[in-house]
């Protein structure tokens, strides 16, 4: 109500422009009968809320990923999570394709680095490079955009030295790569040693480091070698362990396992904690999703920004976020399944309806730290 009017049976009654004011209006109406006449009264709360237009109190995000019309992988993901978290988000679209490809055809066009660049000319010349507090990446599927985004990282830098990057190099999963092998060794290069927080699955992890995974110890090993190339914070996302050391498997389904680990490792100070490397274990759910790595990278960035020197706690909230999701998207897809639907569009992620689960999720998996 920017007039700072409500409406009142049919009247206006003043009220103080910008005024948090609620109130209801009365709406009747007579309608002949053979019983006479009838009056229907009906009562609807009218809200006018003072806005906040200033900068969003968890930061300004730039988020680098591909980008899909159907479904929610990459930034589709990220930017609505980041948004719920009070993130003002400025998304770039690595790939804009009509659907991601596990559904074996698409459409659509793949970003360039040189294209990168000129949007961060633009940036630049309308000073609107300055107040970037996070940045994320994600798929980026040539080599010429990778290298545009080290170089974007350090421009960052230096309007922010203390800009927080958090990379998820997407390479592959299940010992398959999604993008040419020589992006793995730009990411080893140049880019790894930016990240603030960098959020590998396990084949990734043995990409980056040229080590063998197979137990936790390993899983320490690397996330020691990935802190020696750089980044400060390390998070392997998923691990498929053998059960008696503490499961494993892809978020999405893809490992052996009857569960999932999250193992991370800080060189950071944590808040009451003597120990840098955790721990988290939730049960397999029993199929496979897509955009599951995306959206944790994003649940990642956003609970490590309200709980700073606490990264296991945040990934306690953000593994409980992402199994929330998870399960409601199993749920949904077992309805679709029942009533003769079949798919892969049926295990899209059911991230709108998650809302909750993405702000005020139900922890159940708790951290160990080792």
């Known amino acids: 109500q920017n007039s700072g009017y409500s409406q009142h049976d049919g009247s206006r009654e003043r009220n103080p422009p910008g005024s948090a004011w609620s109130g209801a209006y009365t709406a009747q109406r007579r309608s002949a009968s053979k019983e006479g006449t009838n009056t229907i009264t009906l ?20 988020t680098i990923q591909s980008h899909v019309v159907s479904g929610y992988v990459g930034n589709k993901c990220a930017v609505f999570t980041l948004q719920l978290h009070g ?21 659509g066009e793949v970003m360039t680095g040189d294209q990168l660049w000129s949007l961060v000319e633009g ?29 974007l990282v350090r ?3 230096t309007y922010n030295p203390d800009l927080v990057y958090v990379c998820d190099p997407v390479l592959g999963d299940n010992g398959k790569l ?5 992006l793995a060794g730009i990411y ?14 396990q084949f990734e992890a043995e990409l980056l480091t040229g080590l063998t995974i197979g137990s936790e110890e390993e899983a320490v ?31 999405g389904g893809g490992g052996t396992s009857s569960s999932i680990t999250l193992l991370g490792s800080t060189s950071a100070p944590q808040v009451n904690r003597g120990g840098h490397v955790f721990r988290i274990v939730v049960p397999r759910i029993p199929s496979y999703f897509t955009g599951t790595g995306d959206l944790c990278a994003a649940l990642l960035l956003a609970w490590s920004a309200k709980m700073p020197g606490q990264l296991g706690t945040a990934a306690e909230m953000a593994v409980a976020s992402l199994q929330g999701v998870l399960r409601r998207t199993a749920k949904a897809q077992a309805q679709a399944e029942a009533a003769g639907k079949t798919g892969i569009g049926c295990r899209e992620l059911r991230l709108v309806q998650s809302v909750d689960d993405l702000l005020r999720p139900e922890v159940t998996a708790k951290v160990t730290w080792l």
């Not at 659907?99 to 698409?106: C, F, I, R």
């Not at 630049?124 to 170089?151: F, M």
């Not at 090993?221 to 892809?250: N, Q």
Request: charged share 15%.
């Open 178 to 182: 999604y993008v040419p092998a020589e």
């Open 155 to 157: 421009k960052l830098r």
């Open 221 to 251: 090993a690397a996330c020691a070698a990935l802190h020696a190339a750089g980044p400060p914070s390390v998070v392997i996302t998923s691990l498929d362990l053998d059960d008696r050391d503490g499961g494993g498997g892809a978020p």
């Open 87 to 107: 993130f003002d988000v400025d998304p770039v679209l690595s790939v804009q394709f009509s659907n991601h490809t596990g559904y074996g055809s698409w459409k």
């Open 123 to 151: 940036l630049e010349t309308n000073g609107l490079l300055a107040g970037y507090t996070h940045l994320l990446t994600g798929y980026i599927g040539s080599a010429s955009l990778l290298r545009t985004v080290g170089r």
């Open 188 to 201: 080893r290069e140049d880019i790894v040693p930016l990240a603030t927080l960098l959020t590998p699955n």
């Open 43 to 62: 009562k609807q709360p009218l809200l006018c809320v003072k806005m906040n237009v200033g900068p969003s109190s968890a930061g300004r995000a730039l």
